[in-house]
């Protein structure tokens, strides 16, 4: 079965660039989305297909992709990104969503 | 404004059955595909299934094949997943969503408890 690989934890301190990486077992790979989870809240998608940014996320939140790899970037990040982030993609009939495990950034 | 409201969630035995629901509102539901997701206390989200907009594509996580069958009333602007031999795992906050559009309702919660 398709996999998505996150690192359990990543930390920053405030102002600081995080990087959140995200691989996939095999090509191909459709898009990449990204959400970000606080405690007691629903998911809210801060980057589609890849590196697209949905209106009202801020522009320091940025997505990339190389190969199998995608990369979740905060840029200057605040004390509010604390979070819990997932990437999401499909298998290559698109019928079959995946979830990566999660990555808890933390705001030193 | 979009809302995503799922309800059907509470306590079950284990091996007995429950059915989840979704309503739809603020985008075109029959354009879309949808999926249910769940996300089981102190986890990582897991996507359960999903229907493409007309019904034609259906897909299952290995750990609900067989037990677990989605649908869809484009009429009534309605998801709803049919749960049956439910098991302790499968306990968890099940949350309905188009993924596409990153619309999340907020959740309903299945308990599977003796």
């Known amino acids: 079965s398709y996999e998505l690989t996150q690192p359990p934890s990543v930390s920053v301190s405030p102002g600081q660039t995080a990087r959140i990486t995200c691989s996939a077992d095999?090509?191909?790979?459709?898009?990449a989305y990204w959400y970000q989870q606080k405690p007691g809240q629903a998911p809210v998608l801060v980057i589609y297909k890849d590196s697209e940014r949905p209106s009202g996320i801020p522009e320091r939140f940025s997505g990339s992709s190389s190969g199998t790899t995608v990369t979740l970037t905060i840029s200057g990040v605040q004390a509010e990104d604390e979070a819990d982030y997932y990437c999401?993609?499909?298998?290559?009939?698109?019928?079959?969503?995946?979830f990566g495990g999660g990555t808890k950034l933390t705001v030193l | 404004e979009v809302q995503l409201v799922e309800s059907g969630g509470g306590l079950v035995q284990p091996g007995r059955s429950l059915r989840l629901s979704c309503a739809a509102s603020?985008?075109?539901?029959?354009?879309?595909?949808m999926h249910w997701v769940r996300q089981a206390p102190g986890k990582g989200l897991e996507w359960v299934s999903g229907i493409s907009w007309n019904s034609g594509s259906i897909g299952y996580a290995d750990s609900v094949k067989g037990r677990f069958t989605i649908s869809r009333d484009n009429a009534k602007n309605s998801l709803y997943l049919q749960m049956n031999s439910l098991r302790a795992e499968d306990t968890a906050l099940y949350y309905c969503?188009?993924?596409?559009?990153?619309?999340w309702g907020q959740g309903t919660l299945v308990t599977v408890s003796s």
């Open positions: 969503a188009n993924l596409k559009l990153g619309y």
């Open positions: 095999a090509l191909p790979k459709q898009y």
């Open positions: 999401q993609s499909a298998d290559s009939s698109g019928t079959l969503v995946v």
């Open positions: 603020g985008f075109t539901f029959d354009d879309y595909a």
